[in-house]
């Protein structure tokens, strides 16, 4: 496939105020994990400098080779049981109004890392009594109980990315199932937790599957979205089909919420946690 040119709406600011500078020191001397950095968000500069970052929690090494992300793959490392309180005690250094958490599959672990989860989310709200909490989570392999674990410890936002169209599904996620992500995000909306997921394009989808896709998602009870431009990580990773226009993604943004969504993040550079805060 030819190499598709990068366009300027896409060019990247790099972070570098003192803000930015401190939420480094802290990420890094509580040797915690970010989706910022390992995720090699686009974002990371604009968030960290206003002082918010997303944790990223049961190491750094997943146990899922999906052919979009750069976090690492192979066999991690046993869970470490001070993780909760660092990611807390972070959590509450930054001041944080609204904390974003998120985690590497672990597939590896007989409860796929579900009770970390929680323990997580509890150290969280113990240290910082006024946060809101949104949580990104693995499909836990559609296994309820674990799901309904995650819901019962109350974070305010609960969210599952279906990350492409139900056909490009099996070539983008190496585990993960287009139905089983679904049923993951219907456990959620019946919770009564605050349901969310997000896409990526430029992988080859079309309008119509894009459009299809938002209507499983209302379906299931799931009425926030955001979408974003999937950008290649490395030449090892898929490659991008197509660059969308910001005026595409302006386009989609006015039909979701025609469509009945709640809340919506569209445009080129936005990530799953992007202006987070703003969906409660």
Same mark, same amino acid.
């Given at each position: 496939?030819?190499?598709? $040119?990068?366009?300027?709406?896409?060019?990247?600011?790099?972070?570098?105020?003192?803000?930015?500078?401190?939420? $480094?020191?802290?990420?890094?001397? %509580?040797?915690? %994990?970010?989706? @910022?950095?390992?995720?090699?968000?686009?974002?990371?500069?604009?968030?960290?400098?206003?002082?918010? +970052?997303?944790?990223?929690? +049961?190491g750094d090494v997943c146990t899922r080779s999906c052919k979009f992300c750069n976090t690492k793959t192979g066999k991690p490392l046993p869970l470490n049981p001070d993780e909760p309180e660092n990611v807390a005690r972070s959590i509450?250094?930054? $001041?944080? $109004?609204?904390?974003?958490?998120?985690?590497?599959?672990?597939?590896?672990?007989?409860?796929?890392? #579900?009770? %970390?989860?929680?323990?997580?989310? &509890?150290?969280?709200?113990?240290?910082?009594?006024?946060?809101? =909490?949104?949580?990104?989570?693995?499909?836990?392999?559609?296994?309820?109980?674990?799901?309904?674990?995650? @819901?019962? #410890?109350?974070?305010?936002?609960?969210?599952?990315?279906?990350?492409?169209?139900?056909?490009?599904?099996?070539? =983008?996620?190496?585990? +993960? *199932?287009?139905?089983?992500?679904?049923?993951?995000?219907?456990?959620? #909306?019946?919770?009564?937790?605050?349901?969310?997921?997000?896409?990526?394009?430029?992988?080859?989808?079309? /309008?119509?599957?894009?459009?299809?896709?938002?209507?499983?998602?209302?379906?299931?009870?799931? /009425?926030?979205?955001?979408?974003?431009?999937?950008?290649?990580?490395?030449?090892? &990773?898929?490659?991008?089909?197509?660059?969308?226009?910001?005026?595409?993604?302006?386009?989609?943004?006015?039909? #979701?919420?025609? *469509?009945?969504?709640?809340?919506?993040?569209?445009?080129?550079?936005?990530?799953?946690?992007?202006? +987070?805060?703003? @969906?409660?």
């Amino acid at each position: 496939m030819a190499h598709v $040119k990068k366009p300027d709406w896409l060019k990247i600011r790099l972070g570098g105020n003192e803000r930015f500078t401190q939420t $480094k020191h802290i990420v890094e001397s %509580h040797c915690l %994990h970010t989706i @910022c950095s390992s995720g090699r968000c686009p974002n990371m500069g604009e968030c960290w400098e206003r002082g918010t +970052a997303t944790f990223m929690i +049961a190491g750094d090494v997943c146990t899922r080779s999906c052919k979009f992300c750069n976090t690492k793959t192979g066999k991690p490392l046993p869970l470490n049981p001070d993780e909760p309180e660092n990611v807390a005690r972070s959590i509450q250094l930054m $001041k944080l $109004k609204h904390a974003v958490v998120t985690s590497v599959d672990r597939d590896d672990l007989p409860d796929f890392g #579900a009770n %970390h989860w929680v323990e997580t989310i &509890h150290k969280i709200k113990e240290l910082n009594p006024a946060i809101t =909490v949104e949580v990104l989570i693995p499909d836990f392999l559609g296994r309820r109980e674990l799901v309904d674990m995650i @819901c019962q #410890a109350l974070p305010d936002v609960i969210a599952h990315n279906m990350e492409t169209v139900r056909r490009l599904t099996p070539q =983008v996620r190496s585990a +993960a *199932k287009y139905d089983v992500s679904l049923s993951v995000l219907k456990y959620i #909306a019946v919770s009564g937790r605050k349901a969310k997921s997000g896409i990526m394009l430029g992988l080859g989808e079309t /309008k119509e599957e894009i459009l299809g896709l938002m209507d499983d998602l209302l379906s299931v009870g799931c /009425k926030v979205l955001t979408i974003g431009q999937y950008l290649q990580p490395s030449r090892k &990773h898929l490659p991008v089909v197509e660059y969308i226009t910001p005026e595409s993604f302006d386009e989609l943004k006015s039909i #979701a919420y025609g *469509k009945g969504f709640d809340y919506v993040e569209s445009g080129p550079l936005v990530r799953s946690s992007y202006h +987070a805060e703003n @969906c409660l």
